[in-house]
């Protein structure tokens, strides 16, 4: 069984957001499959997705420093800064963390560790909803 569907996420503000739930809500078809997989794929060049930790806020807020830190606005060496100084750096913290993430499915539950959630990255100072692509295959 191939199932696929966009998730409209609304609007988040820059920061890391534990986004599991709108996933799990919006693919109700995971319930009926005993063994298969999830495949997430964000359809933008300024925001991520990622799996870490969802127990303990202070986890997002340390990528954010971090990832603020690694790849800093105002950059001289950045060209690309059309849309601003979030621009370009937000394109780099996208490329480090990834776009696309696949998720097995177990006895009709995505199986994720004791601690972990799925996380939208996002990397824009003033972004609008963000789209993902979610993708079942299963028994």
């Given at each position: ?14 920061g890391f957001?534990?986004i ?48 603020n830190?690694?790849?800093p ?20 913290k996208?490329a480090?963390l ?11 539950k995505?199986?994720l560790?004791?601690w ?8 824009r ?9 979610v ?5």
């Open positions: 069984m191939w199932s696929q569907q966009q998730i409209d996420l609304p609007a988040f503000s820059r957001h534990i599991t739930s709108y996933v799990i809500d919006s693919a109700p078809e995971i319930k009926n499959q005993s063994i298969g997989m999830l495949h997430l794929f964000i359809k933008h060049t300024s925001a991520s997705i990622a799996i870490n930790e969802g127990a303990d806020p202070d986890v997002r807020v340390d990528f954010e420093t971090h990832f830190k690694l790849v606005e105002n950059s001289p060496d950045f060209i690309h800064n059309a849309e601003g100084p979030d621009d370009m750096p937000a394109h780099i996208s480090i990834g776009s696309s993430l696949s998720i097995p499915i177990t006895d009709g995505i199986n560790g004791t972990q959630d799925i996380y939208l990255c996002e990397h100072n003033h972004a609008s909803g963000r789209k993902l692509i993708t079942i295959e299963g028994q």
